[in-house]
């Protein structure tokens, strides 16, 4: 494997990242879905851990496919659901029509939100996530089995373009975003610079 010039995360690692759940450290109190809807560009759906404390990330399991309906995507979601026993569902914001359609199919059993787009803070939050410790030891762990999500991570260029796939690096985003502001001890700080970001007109909200 030939390094990209441009990658979005170059501090990827896949063999310091990739490891068998066996060797994740504490693992996860919290499973999170993030959904990316798509139909030309491939619909996607990536499961993440996060630990007690909330420092540590864990990709557990993922989906991708192309011209998805409605119906199916909500059954995919539903089973990894029951297989993950999943605490919150987080949405791309693109088509409040599949995000209604989720919130009705799940309403009661969790929560599914959007969180704000803001690329900027997202692919912040996500470089971080990549090289954080935790007393020293690794605190960003991806699943042997996640092998779309390698791939995309190490194509991932600094692009704006469409062409390129991301679908995997989206969920990604959105779901690092929903674990800096509502899981673990830096939640209430992250919610009140991500506030005072918002009110400052910063950000990129492509």
Sequence with gaps: ?????????????????????????AGPKYTLAGVDFGWDHPSAILIYGVDKGGNR??????WKKR?????????????FYEKYNLDAIICDSADPRWINAMQWEFGGKLPVRTVKKDRSFGFTACLA??????EGEQAFFVSPECQKFKTEIENYIDSDSKFQSDDLMSCWRYLET???????????????????????GGGDNG
């Design 1 to 25: 494997w030939v390094m990209l010039e441009g990658l979005r995360y170059p501090t990827w690692d896949a063999d310091y990242h990739i490891k068998p759940m066996t060797g994740w450290i």
């Design 57 to 62: 990330r864990y990709v557990m399991d993922e």
């Design 67 to 79: 011209k998805v309906s409605q119906e199916e995507l909500i059954l995919v979601c539903q089973e």
């Design 129 to 134: 996530a990549l090289t954080r410790k935790v």
């Design 178 to 200: 929903e674990a800096l502001l509502h899981y673990g001890s830096l939640a209430p700080q992250m919610v009140m610079r991500s506030f005072k970001f918002s009110f400052s």
